[in-house]
Every structure is written in C-alpha cells, then in structure tokens.
C-alpha cells in the first residue's frame, strides 16, 4: 500500500513539474551532445510527452497496488 501511494505522489508532483524539467533535459542533452543551436521546441515537446508518459505509468502501477492491497486484505 505505501509503494503504491508514493507511485501516485511522484506522477503527481511529476505531472505539475514536466514542462520545467523537460526544458532542463533539453539543455542537458544539447550540452552532452555538444549541439551548436538549442533544441527546437519539438523536440523540447517531445521530452515532456515522455514525461507525461511515465507520469501515466506511474500512477497506473501505483493505482493498481493500491486496488490490489485493498482487494487482498
């Protein structure tokens, strides 16, 4: 039951902090990759769907403890 509450905290703190962090991945990886220009914003885009990604996948696995708890005891 804890793990799956904490799942459901981190998507939801993850889902109101993507687009911040998309844009510092972004210049992480325009840093690591030593490109010349910034990211387009596709691609910045891109970066905070993957986010909103595993936002989902967080809060279905840490639903899906939770039920599985409740449904077990």
Known sequence: MPLGLVFLLIAAVWFFVRKPIAMYQAVILQRML????????????????????????????????????????
């Open 34 to 73: 030593m490109l010349n220009g910034p990211l387009r914003a596709e691609q910045v885009r891109g970066l905070e769907m993957l986010g909103l990604f595993f936002c989902g996948v967080l809060s279905v696995g840490g639903l899906a403890l939770v039920i599985m708890n409740a449904f077990m005891r």
